[in-house]
T-cell receptor, first 112, second 114 residues
Framework: QKEVEQDPGPLSVPEGAIVSLNCTYSNSAFQYFMWYRQYSRKGPELLMYTYSSGNKEDGRFTAQVDKSSKYISLFIRDSQPSDSATYLCAMSRLQGAQKLVFGQGTRLTINP | EAQVTQNPRYLITVTGKKLTVTCSQN?????MSWYRQDPGLGLRQIYY???????DKGDVPEGYKVSRKEKRNFPLILESPSPNQTSLYFC?????????????FGDGTRLSIL
């Protein structure tokens, strides 16, 4: 079983829709949770990061962490064609050398 | 502009021919790391470095070497490449090690080993 599971999609939605992307994980030691966005032929770029459980909002993006369920989500409101990309969740432990464990990524397409 | 630069961006080579992928960052970051990205497997860490002359293995280090002689550079070396090392490689850096430090990624190097 992988430490982090993420549905690879692809996911295709119309412009303006609310998008929900999710990851589950098995290691309860994870404390930091991140979402990266990766456009085609580019490296991942950090979109959101949260520490422990709770919500964090940044513009049209909201990240949620539920540590009791070992489940994290990224919501995109009023989705735009420019949001079309692969979204990767990543997480790491609190202490020690930085070791990010990534989900395999969800490919998202927003149709105009 | 703050960035992580990888070279080459694309390379096709043959089994057994030594190659080096360079990585350089201009942000004075202590921590640097190499990942490979494969379909269905996501990003997996190959090696990382917490500072100059300090390197350690990640999840998939077999067949790779790294060195960190200068803070800004972290080359990835394939001494005897094999077809199973065909992949998309990313270098990343962050200010210091620790779970709360976001990593900045280069744009990737696509390697094809024939």
């Amino acid at each position: 079983q992988k430490e982090v599971e993420q549905d690879p999609g692809p996911l295709s939605v119309p412009e303006g829709a609310i998008v929900s992307l999710n990851c589950t994980y098995s290691n309860s030691a994870f404390q930091y949770f991140m979402w990266y966005r990766q456009y085609s032929r580019k490296g991942p770029e950090l979109l959101m990061y949260t520490y422990s459980s709770g919500n964090k909002e940044d513009g049209r993006f909201t990240a949620q962490v539920d540590k009791s369920s070992k489940y994290i989500s990224l919501f995109i409101r009023d989705s735009q064609p420019s949001d079309s990309a692969t979204y990767l969740c990543a997480m790491s432990r609190l202490q020690g050398a930085q070791k990010l464990v990534f989900g395999q990524g969800t490919r998202l397409t927003i149709n105009p | 502009e703050a960035q992580v630069t990888q070279n080459p961006r694309y390379l096709i080579t043959v089994t057994g021919k030594k190659l080096t992928v360079t990585c350089s960052q201009n942000m004075n970051h202590e921590y640097m790391s190499w990942y490979r990205q494969d379909p269905g497997l996501g990003l997996r860490q190959i090696y990382y470095s917490m500072n100059v002359e300090v390197t350690d293995k990640g999840d998939v280090p077999e067949g790779y070497k790294v060195s960190r002689k200068e803070k800004r550079n972290f080359p990835l070396i394939l001494e005897s490449p094999s077809p199973n090392q065909t992949s998309l490689y990313f270098c990343a850096s962050s200010l210091i090690s620790g779970g709360n430090q976001p990593q900045h990624f280069g744009d990737g190097t696509r390697l094809s080993i024939l």
